[in-house]
């Protein structure tokens, strides 16, 4: 006999509204300063108590072996922490382009350590499960901690900060940009000042490698270029993912009617704290 399903749990996506480079380590990593906010716009996962200690993930996603996907990754990770003999299947409804910068991969990964210390009542604090986290990618401790936040180090040190909320229209070119490529490549500017008090001038935020994607991917350039003749606009993270900023919706909503048909394109609104942290925070004050 299983026991049910619980309700979808949430893994928005999240844009960088701004990425300097600082400068480069002599380990290769680089300093940088950005500002992550999430969109409500995301995957779904869905948990069901297995006694057993398996894991199953379905669907399966193209070209990765459930080994190797984040999720379940992720479930071992905190299974192995935690030492709980306890299970889940796990169903994934994925709507996030993969491989564009607004990491639905890491948020996967970060919305199953969440629900899965509530299903399992293993009760890790958040900070444990933002470690555990960051071993399966720099950008899952953001999603875990589910708040708006301004990077620094190596993108490693987080402090949450309030920011607009705005509409955004978001656009996936049909290309995958390596991020290690794009961070490795000797054209990359490196020598971006830092700024104190960053989030607070929205007029100096700029992505330091929009010029670089945008000259190796034509796709990326011509998707931006598009969106720039309705608002301001920037590409997220390494790309390809590009964004256009609109005080309203229907502003938003009318570019995207806009576009050519066949371009991947959200209308989505920005969020300092994730559908991730609402739906956990409610979760946690179900008494059961
Ligand atoms: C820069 C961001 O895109 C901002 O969202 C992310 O932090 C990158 O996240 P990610 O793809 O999960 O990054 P990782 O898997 O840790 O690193 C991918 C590659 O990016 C480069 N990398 C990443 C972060 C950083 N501060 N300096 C780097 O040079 C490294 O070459 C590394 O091999
Ligand atoms: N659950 C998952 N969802 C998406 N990709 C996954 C998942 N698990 C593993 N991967 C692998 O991770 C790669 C990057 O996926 P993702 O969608 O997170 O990229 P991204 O949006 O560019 O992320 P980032 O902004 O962190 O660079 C995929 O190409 C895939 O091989």
């Given at each position: 006999?299983?026991?049910?399903?619980?309700?979808?749990?949430?893994?928005?996506?999240k844009l960088n509204l701004c990425l300097h480079i600082n400068g480069r380590?002599?380990?290769?990593?680089?300093?940088?300063?950005?500002?992550?906010?999430?969109?409500?716009?995301?995957?779904?996962?869905?948990?069901?108590l297995r006694q057993d200690g398996e894991i199953t993930l379905s669907p399966?996603?193209?070209?990765?072996?459930?080994?190797?996907?984040?999720?379940?990754?992720?479930?071992?990770?905190?299974?192995?922490?935690?030492?709980?003999?306890?299970?889940?299947?796990?169903?994934?409804?994925?709507?996030?382009?993969?491989?564009?910068?607004?990491?639905?991969?890491?948020?996967?990964?970060?919305?199953?350590?969440?629900?899965?210390?509530?299903?399992?009542?293993?009760?890790?604090?958040?900070?444990?499960?933002?470690?555990?986290?960051?071993?399966?990618?720099?950008?899952?401790?953001?999603?875990?901690?589910?708040?708006?936040?301004?990077?620094?180090?190596?993108?490693?040190?987080?402090?949450?900060?309030?920011?607009?909320e705005p509409w955004y229209l978001v656009v996936a070119p049909d290309a995958?940009?390596?991020?290690?490529?794009?961070?490795?490549?000797?054209?990359?500017?490196?020598?971006?000042?830092?700024?104190?008090?960053?989030?607070?001038?929205?007029?100096?935020?700029?992505?330091?490698?929009?010029?670089?994607?945008?000259?190796?991917?034509?796709?990326?350039?011509?998707?931006?270029?598009?969106?720039?003749?309705?608002?301001?606009?920037?590409?997220?993270?390494?790309?390809?993912?590009?964004?256009?900023?609109?005080?309203?919706?229907?502003?938003?909503?009318?570019?995207?009617?806009?576009?050519?048909?066949?371009?991947?394109?959200?209308?989505?609104?920005?969020?300092?704290?994730?559908?991730?942290?609402?739906?956990?925070?409610?979760?946690?004050?179900?008494?059961?």
């Amino acid at each position: 006999m299983h026991s049910a399903f619980t309700d979808w749990w949430p893994a928005p996506a999240k844009l960088n509204l701004c990425l300097h480079i600082n400068g480069r380590r002599a380990d290769g990593y680089h300093e940088l300063q950005t500002l992550f906010q999430f969109i409500d716009w995301g995957d779904r996962l869905r948990f069901r108590l297995r006694q057993d200690g398996e894991i199953t993930l379905s669907p399966a996603l193209p070209g990765v072996p459930s080994e190797q996907n984040l999720i379940v990754r992720a479930a071992r990770a905190l299974q192995q922490h935690t030492g709980t003999g306890l299970g889940a299947d796990i169903e994934l409804d994925k709507r996030l382009p993969m491989g564009g910068g607004i990491g639905g991969g890491s948020s996967d990964a970060a919305t199953t350590l969440v629900a899965l210390n509530s299903l399992w009542q293993t009760a890790v604090d958040e900070d444990t499960l933002a470690e555990l986290g960051l071993k399966l990618g720099a950008d899952v401790p953001v999603f875990v901690r589910g708040r708006a936040a301004m990077a620094d180090g190596v993108g490693e040190q987080l402090r949450p900060v309030e920011v607009d909320e705005p509409w955004y229209l978001v656009v996936a070119p049909d290309a995958e940009v390596s991020t290690a490529a794009v961070f490795t490549h000797p054209d990359l500017p490196r020598d971006t000042p830092k700024i104190p008090g960053l989030e607070r001038q929205p007029e100096q935020w700029k992505n330091d490698c929009q010029p670089l994607v945008c000259g190796l991917y034509p796709q990326v350039a011509k998707a931006l270029a598009r969106l720039l003749d309705y608002a301001p606009s920037k590409m997220t993270g390494t790309g390809s993912c590009v964004f256009a900023v609109f005080t309203d919706e229907n502003s938003a909503r009318a570019a995207r009617e806009a576009l050519p048909r066949d371009w991947v394109a959200h209308v989505a609104k920005g969020c300092n704290r994730s559908p991730l942290l609402l739906r956990r925070d409610s979760a946690d004050s179900v008494i059961e």
